[in-house]
């Protein structure tokens, strides 16, 4: 057997609806790219891809091989009885025993009248459409049938044999329903039949068969790969051009690269096309999609522009075009040609073309193609050490909000007091000249910066931080106060040792914790968590200068200072990664991320789920490593920090838990490897703990209906994020003996 | 994928058009309906004309922000209208 080389985003579903940052491999502060700024973008059949004078080949029948379904109407006429179907009677086309057997019965009558006939309406096309069903005789006979599209006008008199064969129809515009029916004037009183694989699609080709369940869905096709997951492109039939497009914000004068793979259908050539905001300039290439051959097309003047054509397999064509977007609209497009370059023509209804994966990502060549549902594909945060430059892993957090505005710009927005703000004094965490130098004046008292008026409701918990670097001065402050100042809470750091000093005054706002995280070039991030009582209305964040010896209230000369970048202010016990705003708040979407193909690796009868991790110590919630489950709490394979820090598992099956006791080993804070074993063997159940072995349990049953590996958050994919770094996530389709799980983890 | 600024007239509104009602172990769970639920609630004007003693002014209706791709209709009738110059919060 072969090995075949995957990337991340060919095993592992990941989505973060917004940007996020994080530390690259030089160590720097710096924001995710966006590898695929598209949504849907292989499926331009949804609603984010608007369709003009197009279409993508849909079924539009729903439970296209239920005949059983209510979707599905019985009906008769005259002496005819409803027709009765047996549900998965026989094998069908595709091999599976899913075919329907349908008796239909016109009665003793003999006319026209006297009919049997299954139904299923649809929401009217105004356009031709074609019919389609897979048909045979349940006893191997001929009998003779009619399918039916659309009006009456539209029925087609079906030899039916004991073999299967697909009969089609194409009915004329408008069409409402699709219908097989016994009529008591063109054969016998019953006829048996077996039938699967039912179709509406537009047009005047049946299409290949598209399964459906409750809802229409787009007819698939090969890919470059042979995988079954391209889609058909379309023309009405209309004068005009014919094209599918979507738009999306960028930035202006920034090169974009547009990718597409297409391939020949009933129509030989397309057009890939960048176009901006307001149609004022485009550039696209033509392609002969038989060839490769291409032309390029511009209107107006776009710049940077450039067209690579590339043969893939499967008669496919990667198609790419760079431009540089002229205005914050970049409008992608892919237009069915009649002949090289020739955009409008008149349409024949039913002719295409095959599209799959559109990509617009940064700078000017395509990259590997980042599949897309209902967000941009915001890269994945691979975190490093901003000190030793290590590896991290991948970065998992929940959803934050940064409620300071201008971040790391203390010169707008942010209130000065007895301080004045150098911006762009020096080299800032993030690689470039943008931290900010915080001055003390040469007036007595205390000398900060600060940003009051943010509302509090209830009791919170508040997490302040900032990054320092000593300048003139080698300490800072951070503090958290209400409008007054008659109560607040400060730390200050000694920036080279972390030492710390704490000034309560008051009683609502409470330290919980405070810390320094040390990065590289003499920065450092200061972090302090309160709670702030529900008596207080409002709060206020502070960054304060102070002086060598430690002290908040001195005379400044006017000149020394401390250099200051990114400051942050959230709810919650614990900082994330740092959220740059500038005239808004800014939110950070959660980090969500799962394996969701357990073939071929998964074995439901035992296994060892193994995770090196490192788990935020700071958090005091539940954070979830990694959890096997169908989707709730009842059928789960899950390994989790606990909130005491120690890790601990759960091992579910119909609802009947079977949990090994965990050692009591910290795992928060520290690069950890935890494995958890199962089946139903004795002993089968227990977890390993950076080599060391829980307290095994039997379990009567192993979890059933597995469907995914959800990675650093909960069974709903919706809380309990691991707010860390996973490193490693291996399954073994195998109960590891205690032996080698202690083996596995041991550090 | 589309954001959503959305005003409710108060928190209870807010919680029928965005949460699921189930009920674990007697009491009543809320699990929002979109991942990317920011709720903002109350917000409020401030006139910091005097820094230390700041005057707020509640506003209208209880705030959140939704990041989604396909969503309920209905929510289209809560949409902040009209748009403010500069959104309170808006996504990263």
Redesign the interface.
């Given at each position: 057997m072969g090995l075949v080389a995957k990337a991340f985003q060919d095993i592992i579903t990941f989505s973060r609806?917004?940007?996020?940052t994080y530390v690259n491999s030089n160590g720097y502060i710096t924001n995710s790219s966006v590898l695929n700024y598209l949504?849907?973008s292989n499926a331009p059949d949804n609603a984010?891809w608007t369709k003009s004078n197009s279409f993508v080949q849909t079924n539009l029948l729903t439970y296209s091989q239920e005949l059983d379904n209510a979707a599905w109407n019985k009906l008769s006429g005259g002496t005819g009885v409803v027709p009765v179907v047996t549900a998965n009677y026989a094998v069908a086309p595709d091999g599976t025993l899913t075919a329907d057997r349908v008796v239909f019965d016109r009665g003793t009558g003999t006319s026209s009248a006297d009919v049997s006939y299954i139904q299923q309406n649809v929401t009217s096309v105004s356009a031709d459409c074609t019919g389609s069903f897979w048909l045979r005789t349940t006893d191997g006979s001929t009998k003779n049938i009619t399918l039916r599209v659309g009006t009456a006008t539209f029925n087609y008199a079906v030899t039916v044999t004991g073999t299967w064969t697909r009969v089609s129809l194409t009915g004329v515009s408008p069409i409402t329903r699709i219908d097989l029916l016994a009529y008591g004037d063109r054969g016998p009183q019953v006829i048996d039949l077996l039938v699967w694989g039912a179709q509406l699609v537009q047009g005047s080709v049946p299409g290949d068969y598209q399964a459906t369940t409750s809802a229409a869905l787009p007819v698939l096709y090969a890919d470059y790969q042979g995988n079954l997951r391209a889609r058909k492109l379309c023309e009405a039939a209309t004068t005009a051009s014919h094209n599918v497009s979507t738009s999306v914000t960028v930035a202006a004068g920034t090169v974009y690269t547009l990718s597409v793979k297409l391939k020949a259908a009933e129509r030989g050539f397309a057009q890939v096309r960048y176009e901006n905001g307001g149609s004022t300039e485009f550039f696209a290439a033509n392609v002969n999609l038989a060839t490769g051959a291409y032309t390029t097309s511009t209107f107006g003047t776009p710049t940077q522009t450039n067209a690579v054509v590339t043969m893939l397999e499967n008669g496919y064509w990667l198609v790419s075009i760079s431009a540089a977007a002229s205005n914050t609209t970049f409008v992608t497009a892919v237009f069915l040609q009649s002949a090289l370059g020739t955009n409008s023509y008149t349409g024949d209804g039913s002719s295409g073309i095959y599209i799959a994966d559109a990509q617009l990502n940064d700078g000017s060549t395509a990259l590997a193609y980042y599949d897309t549902?209902?967000?941009?594909y915001n890269a994945p945060r691979f975190d490093y050490d901003p000190v030793t430059l290590a590896a991290k892993g991948l970065l998992i957090e929940e959803?934050r909000?940064n409620l300071l505005l201008q971040s790391n710009d203390f010169a707008t927005t942010w209130?000065p007091s007895r301080a004045t703000v150098t911006s762009n004094a020096v080299l800032s965490p993030d690689g470039a000249v943008t931290a900010d130098k915080l001055i003390a004046t040469a007036v007595a008292g205390t000398h900060r910066v600060y940003q009051?008026?943010i509302?509090n409701?209830g009791t919170t918990t508040r997490t302040l931080s900032a990054y320092f670097k000593a300048a003139e001065y080698s300490y800072a402050g951070l503090m958290l106060s209400d409008?007054?100042?008659s109560d607040q809470n400060r730390v200050q750091w000694n920036l080279a040792t972390g030492a710390t000093t704490n000034s309560p005054v008051g009683t609502t706002i409470t330290l919980v914790s405070s810390s320094m995280q040390t990065l590289s070039n003499g920065w450092v991030r200061c972090i302090m968590t309160c709670t702030v009582d529900a008596a207080e209305?409002?709060i206020t964040a502070w960054l304060f200068v102070i002086d060598n010896t430690n002290a908040s209230t001195f005379t400044g000369d006017g000149v020394s200072g401390v250099y200051a970048y990114g400051a942050q202010l959230e709810t919650g016990a614990f900082a994330t990664s740092y959220?740059?705003t500038t005239?808004?708040?800014?939110?950070?979407?959660?980090d969500?991320a799962s394996v969701n193909t357990l073939s071929p690796w998964f074995n439901a009868v035992a296994g060892t789920l193994y995770v090196e991790s490192i788990a935020n110590a700071a958090s005091p919630a539940n954070q979830y490593l990694a959890t096997l489950n169908d989707g709730t709490t009842n059928n789960r394979v899950t390994l989790f920090k606990a909130t005491g820090g120690t890790a601990n598992s759960r091992v579910t099956a119909a609802g009947v838990a079977s949990n090994p006791t965990a050692p009591a080993t910290t795992i928060a804070g520290i690069t950890s490897k935890v494995a958890l074993t199962f089946s139903t063997a004795a002993s089968g159940v227990n977890i390993y703990v950076n080599g060391t072995a829980g307290t095994a349990v039997t379990a009567a049953a192993t979890p059933a209906g597995i469907l995914r590996l959800g990675l650093g958050l909960d069974e709903?994919?919706?809380t309990s994020f691991l707010n860390g770094h996973l490193r490693r996530v291996t399954f073994y389709p195998r109960q590891m003996t205690s032996g080698e799980g202690t083996a596995l983890t041991t550090l | 994928m589309t954001d959503l600024y959305l005003k409710f007239a108060d928190q209870t509104e807010a919680e029928v058009h965005l949460y699921d009602f189930t009920e674990v172990d007697g009491a009543l769970q809320l699990t929002p309906k979109y991942l990317n639920t920011d709720v903002l609630g109350t917000l409020y004007n401030v006139d910091n004309t005097d820094p230390e003693n700041p005057v707020y002014t509640p506003l209208d209706g209880w705030h959140v922000n939704l990041r989604v791709g396909d969503y309920d209709p209905a929510l289209d009738a809560f949409k902040v209208n009209p748009e403010p110059l500069i959104w309170r919060r808006v996504w990263a």
């Open positions: 609806a917004t940007a996020g949504t849907y984010a549902t209902q967000y941009a959803q909000a209130t009051s008026g509302t409701s409008a007054t100042e209305p409002s959220i740059p005239t808004s708040q800014f939110t950070r979407a959660a969500v709903t994919a919706s | -």
